[in-house]
Every structure is written in C-alpha cells, then in structure tokens.
C-alpha cells in the first residue's frame, strides 16, 4: 500500500508539472491556425491588389465564405458562434493602398490566450499582439 501511494504521489507530481506546459501548447497551436489565417488573408489580398490596384473591403471579396469569419483551430471555417471557433478574422481601415486584417480570439482561447490576445497585420506585413506579453506571439 505504501509502494502504491508513493507512485500516486509520484504521477501527481508529474501531472502538476506537465500539465500547465500541455495546456500552454495547445494555445500556442490554436494560435498558429490564426497566423496562418492572417497570412493567407493577406497573400489573398495582395493578390486581390496586383489585379485591382486595390485591397478588398471584405473578406467575402477575397473568395472567404463570410466577414467575419469564424474559424476552428484546425484552420476549418466554422458558422458563427460554433463552438469549435477559436478566432474571428476581419478586414477594418480599409483604403485603396491600405488594410488591417485581425484576428480575435474566442471561447476558451480567449480566456487562455491572455499572453497574446487579439492579432494583427497589415499590407506592410506588420506583425502586432495586443496581449499581456506580446513580444513572442508570431
């Protein structure tokens, strides 16, 4: 019984280490859904740009199914409010020369994404974070 409870005490130990570590890698993957989002959105409006000497105002133009759009970390776009969404993606300060594409986090990964929090970038691949220590977060 006292080899049992040393093993318990043992794998306890163990969990209270390794699960703080888990819970912040799965954040950091759900976060790469959304940089990889932003990317696409901007390869899709510079492509958008080359052909219409202009940026998009929606991300419907760019041939997204909806703006905003919702997406679930596996980088699927889900219908809004759906409980797989991690972030939500928008276009705002939209000029002929100029965007912001962002991405919000929602759900869980709002709560446990306070590291980084909201996403930015721009036409000029401006990176920003808007969270508590934003300094590693693309």
Same mark, same amino acid.
């Given at each position: 019984? /006292?080899? *049992?409870? /040393?093993?318990?005490?043992?794998?306890?130990? /163990?969990?209270? %280490?390794?699960?703080?570590?888990?819970?912040?890698?799965? @954040?950091?993957?759900?976060?790469?859904?959304?940089?990889?989002?932003?990317?696409?959105?901007?390869?899709?409006?510079?492509? %958008?740009?080359?052909?219409?000497?202009? %940026?998009?105002?929606?991300?419907?133009?760019?041939?997204?199914?909806?703006?905003? *759009?919702?997406v679930a970390?596996?980088?699927?776009?889900?219908?809004?409010?759906?409980?797989?969404?991690?972030?939500? %993606?928008?276009?705002?300060? @939209?000029?002929?020369?100029?965007?912001?594409?962002?991405?919000?986090?929602?759900?869980?990964?709002? /709560?446990?994404d306070t590291?980084?929090?909201?996403?930015?970038?721009?036409?000029?691949?401006?990176?920003?974070?808007?969270?508590?220590?934003?300094?590693?977060c693309w």
């Open positions: 019984l /006292i080899e *049992l409870m /040393i093993v318990v005490a043992i794998v306890a130990m /163990i969990s209270a %280490f390794a699960y703080p570590s888990y819970t912040e890698d799965v @954040v950091n993957t759900k976060r790469t859904a959304a940089t990889t989002t932003l990317l696409q959105i901007s390869d899709r409006q510079q492509q %958008f740009f080359m052909d219409n000497k202009s %940026f998009a105002n929606d991300l419907t133009t760019l041939g997204y199914p909806a703006n905003p *759009l919702w970390d596996d980088g699927r776009t889900v219908v809004a409010g759906d409980m797989d969404a991690v972030y939500i %993606f928008g276009l705002v300060n @939209v000029t002929p020369t100029e965007y912001l594409a962002f991405a919000v986090p929602v759900g869980q990964q709002q /709560i446990r590291k980084c929090g909201a996403l930015t970038l721009n036409q000029a691949s401006n990176r920003q974070a808007f969270g508590s220590d934003p300094d590693d």
